[in-house]
């Protein structure tokens, strides 16, 4: 019997040792990222005032990016979204005539849009656009998507072969109509850029 308690009392503490020395893994710290970054670059210009640029957050001029709506006459630098990929497009076109309304490139989701806080929610395609002057930005859910020109004139855009009024994005997607053989109408004055275009540095 004398054996049987000795034997139980070892047991215990070797479970008492086991726990004592127990610690549960710690989670992988996050390290900021502290190496050069790739310089700034405006990527679609309106007219001498009114442009966007991308201001790279890493080594990469065209990927891992914020994009910027800035106005100089009006004072205006607003940050609109984070992109992950390269800023090009097909075709943007906004009309140099209108004042108010703006439209930045569809957001594509991302593969790690959970960490993705410039701009909720993060985990759809969503189309900025701003009503007044690029001063704020909100963001609405095509109905459609493809890689179709975007055009913007008056209080109406144009994309992936569907039309919608700015007055009806609280509507969300619901607010897009498909357009049957309708080309897209020509802007009333020609901005000076005719798509995004961002120059990479080789190591996108």
């Known amino acids: 019997m004398k054996l049987i308690h000795l034997a139980a009392a070892v047991a215990v503490l070797q479970l008492s040792a086991c726990a004592s020395s127990y610690s549960p893994p710690t989670a992988p710290q996050y390290v900021p990222y502290a190496g050069p970054i790739a310089p700034s670059q405006v990527v679609y210009r309106i007219d001498e005032h009114r442009y966007f640029e991308v201001v790279p957050y890493e080594d990469s001029a065209c990927a891992n990016t914020w994009l910027y709506y800035t106005d100089t006459s009006k004072g205006i630098h607003t940050k609109i979204t984070s992109s992950n990929g390269l800023m090009e497009s097909e075709k943007f076109i906004i009309d140099a005539a209108n004042d108010q309304y703006l439209v930045a490139l569809v957001k594509n989701s991302n593969a790690d849009c959970g960490a993705d806080t410039s701009d909720s929610p993060a985990c759809s395609r969503r189309f900025p656009y701003s009503t007044d002057a690029g001063r704020t930005w909100k963001y609405v859910a ?24 700015f007055s009806d994005f609280d509507k969300g997607s619901s607010a897009w109509t498909r357009l049957d053989n309708e080309s897209f109408p020509q802007p009333r004055k020609a901005p000076l850029d005719t798509k995004f275009h961002c120059i990479p540095n080789g190591r996108e």
Do not use: N
């Open 142 to 165: 095509p109905k459609w998507s493809g890689s179709s020109p975007i055009v913007l004139t008056g209080d109406r855009v144009f994309y992936a072969d569907s039309t919608a009024k």
